[in-house]
């Protein structure tokens, strides 16, 4: 079992930064790959970005490429996702999201556990 909870979120101007954190408890962190999705109003939840198990492999979402990046601390067992050059278009609540696997993918069927979400804000 895995628990997620993510913090960092809040509100920003357009071209501003945020850095979201996950803090996951549970054994299986360092040996399962972990996301970040994001779901607007009225909208699917998707992808952003995802990262394998050692941090070593990452894979974003076009929308986000070379404006967030996703890392990770084994040794603190938290997630990261800083986001930079904000858009009120990335106006969502963020999700982190843990694999039982070590697979890099979009699918959100592939995540296991999921946190509560933290809303993020852009304004124009």
């Known amino acids: 079992q895995v628990q997620l909870v993510e913090s960092g979120g809040g509100f920003v101007q357009a071209g501003g930064s945020l850095r979201l954190s996950c803090a996951a408890s549970?054994?299986?962190?360092?040996?399962?790959?972990m996301a970040w999705f994001r779901q607007a109003p009225g909208k699917e939840r998707d992808f952003v970005a995802t990262?394998?198990?050692?941090?070593?492999?990452?894979y974003y979402a076009n929308s986000v490429k070379d404006r967030f990046t996703i890392s990770r601390d084994n040794a603190k067992t938290t997630l990261y996702l800083q986001m930079n050059t904000l858009k009120p278009e990335d106006t969502a609540v963020y999700y982190c999201?843990?694999?039982?696997?070590?697979?890099?993918?979009?699918?959100?069927?592939?995540?296991?556990?999921w946190g509560q979400g933290t809303q993020v804000t852009v304004s124009s």
């Open positions: 990262i394998s198990s050692s941090g070593r492999n990452t």
């Open positions: 999201a843990a694999a039982s696997g070590d697979a890099l993918t979009g699918n959100k069927n592939w995540y296991d556990y």
């Open positions: 549970g054994r299986t962190f360092s040996t399962s790959a």
